[in-house]
């Protein structure tokens, strides 16, 4: 009787482990999502490094002020831009809390991806306008560029 009582619970704690395993077809929906929150986090890391390039900017077209050739184009591109970011920042957080194992999730991941594809390309065309028109940096203080340039 023993043997048949050991034999049982090995059986049983055997099938309790098999039980509490995931199966292969959760293990690799749950590495998805995994994979896509990631994702997620790594274009956010991405999208606020622009937005520091563009406050950056910002700040030195509103220091140069009407003296910048492009002053109002820069401006309204810049501003467009962080707007923009910041958008796509929101997005990132409504796409992050979303599972992608449930299909409601799903669609609503796969709408917004495209969402943000599209306004990341349009922040991208603004930037590299933006880069067009250029910010020029110096080493030198404004008030050093501003005095050479009264200087004959």
Do not use: C, W
């Amino acid at each position: 009787m023993t043997e048949l009582t050991t034999r049982n619970r090995f059986e049983n704690s055997t099938m309790a482990q098999l039980e509490e395993r995931p199966n292969e077809t959760e293990m690799k929906s749950m590495d998805a999502n995994r994979y896509a929150t990631k994702k997620t986090i790594a274009q956010g890391m991405l999208d606020i490094a622009l937005l520091t390039a563009n406050a950056s900017q910002l700040k030195y077209i509103l220091q140069v002020g009407e003296q910048h050739q492009f002053y109002k184009l820069m401006l309204i591109l810049i501003s467009l831009s962080i707007v923009l970011q910041l958008l796509v920042g929101i997005l990132f957080v409504v796409i992050g809390s979303l599972n992608i194992n449930k299909q409601h999730d799903q669609t609503a991941a796969i709408i917004l991806n495209d969402v943000i594809l599209v306004v990341i390309f349009i922040i991208s065309v603004v930037n590299v306008i933006i880069s067009g028109f250029g910010i020029e940096y110096s080493s030198q203080p404004l008030r050093l560029i501003d005095q050479h340039a009264k200087t004959p």
